[in-house]
Nanobody
Framework: QVQLVESGGGLVQAGGSLRLSCAAS????????MGWHRQAPGKQREFVAG???????NVAVSVKGRFTISRDNAKNTVYLQMNTLKPEDTAVYYC??????????????WGKGIQVTVSS
């Protein structure tokens, strides 16, 4: 099994910044892609950003130019630097990892989610 733990969320004023972190642990054999989705109240979960083990990143159009995703493979950790935050960025942010464990087939694992609230 693979566990993901997010940190770094909270309350920030519009225009401010936050940095989310997500650390993977457990019986990890290999982690392929990692990234973030978010879900705002009353809305469907949506893709925010993803990054491969080789460092190729993809960011949603809605956050491009404001959010940056990065990764530390040695620490099995992915980061999401969020700048120029807007009230519409308010959501629960979920980390994911496409990983192979030592006892199971490759699958997508999810964190429990972390709240980000941007006040106007």
């Amino acid at each position: 099994q693979v566990q993901l733990v997010e940190s770094g969320g909270g309350l920030v004023q519009a225009g401010g910044s936050l940095r989310l972190s997500c650390a993977a642990s457990g019986s990890i054999f290999n982690i392929h892609a990692m990234g973030w989705h978010r879900q705002a109240p009353g809305k469907q979960r949506e893709f925010v950003a993803g990054i491969t083990s080789g460092g190729s990143a993809n960011v949603a159009v809605s956050v491009k130019g404001r959010f940056t995703i990065s990764r530390d493979n040695a620490k099995n950790t992915v980061y999401l630097q969020m700048n120029t935050l807007k009230p519409e960025d308010t959501a629960v942010y979920y980390c994911y990892a496409d990983a192979s464990s030592v006892v199971g087939a490759p699958m997508r694992y999810w964190g429990k989610g972390i709240q980000v609230t941007v006040s106007s």
